[in-house]
């Protein structure tokens, strides 16, 4: 980014992070209990010959992959947090740079 613009706003981006890291975790608790509804329903109330072992995988399929979502917004979160210890860390380095 040579010669661009540099403008970070710590509270906002610490609240960025903290919001991802939050919508995270209520999609956890959400797949949870999707998860808990279609094993309770495939055991006892959908059962057939091929058809609910077929929704079963399916469903096992979709719900790795908003797992592998969550995932992502962990990262995300990571990354944010990084950028602002890292930031912090430059600023406080250089505070004590020039004339000192």
């Not at 990354?79 to 380095?93: G, M, N, Q, V, Y």
Request: no cysteine; net charge negative.
């Amino acid at each position: 980014m040579a010669g661009g613009t540099h403008h970070l706003s710590f509270p906002q981006v610490e609240n960025s992070a903290t919001r991802l890291n939050k919508e995270k975790e209520d999609i956890e608790s959400r797949l949870t209990q999707l998860k808990s509804m279609i094993d309770q329903l495939v055991s006892s109330d959908f059962v057939t010959e091929r058809a609910s072992g077929k929704f079963q995988q399916d469903y096992d399929q979709w719900n790795n992959g908003a797992r592998q979502v969550m995932q992502g917004l962990e990262g995300m979160s990571q990354f944010l947090k990084t950028a602002i210890a890292k930031h912090r860390e430059l600023d406080a380095s250089l505070s004590g740079g020039a004339g000192a």
